[in-house]
């Protein structure tokens, strides 16, 4: 079994700044790609951005690309998303998950991710 709990949202104005954290533990495993999705009211979730464990390969939404940044210290089991310049729109519950398929290349399919946090607010007021 894995556990991934997340930490870090808050409210912040547009512009600011938040650091979210994901910590594994568990079964984890340094090849296990890690995401971050995020979902608003009444809309589905939807990917933010990914990460391979090891490897430091990743990918991001277009939507957040050039203001979030996702990392990992393999040391801490810990995955984190920087989010810079936020926007009312980026308002969302945000999730870590945790892909434990460990030949499948980093996925944006939330269906293919084996476990998740508990979730953590984000708001955006404009």
């Known amino acids: 079994q894995v556990q991934l709990v997340e930490s870090g949202g808050g409210s912040v104005q547009a512009g600011g700044s938040l650091r979210l954290s994901c910590a594994a533990s568990?079964?984890?495993?340094?090849?296990?790609?890690m995401g971050w999705f995020r979902q608003a009211p009444g809309k589905e979730r939807d990917f933010v951005a990914g990460?391979?464990?090891?490897?430091?390969?990743?990918s991001y939404a277009d939507s957040v690309k050039g203001r979030f940044t996702i990392s990992r210290d393999i040391a801490k089991n810990t995955v984190y998303l920087q989010m810079n310049s936020l926007k009312p729109e980026d308002t969302a519950v945000y999730y870590c998950?945790?892909?434990?398929?460990?030949?499948?290349?980093?996925?944006?399919?939330?269906?293919?991710?084996?476990?998740w946090g508990q979730g953590t607010q984000v708001t955006v007021s404009s």
């Open positions: 568990g079964r984890t495993s340094s090849t296990y790609v």
């Open positions: 998950a945790l892909d434990r398929n460990l030949r499948r290349p980093l996925t944006t399919t939330p269906g293919e991710y084996d476990y």
């Open positions: 990460i391979s464990w090891s490897g430091g390969t990743t």
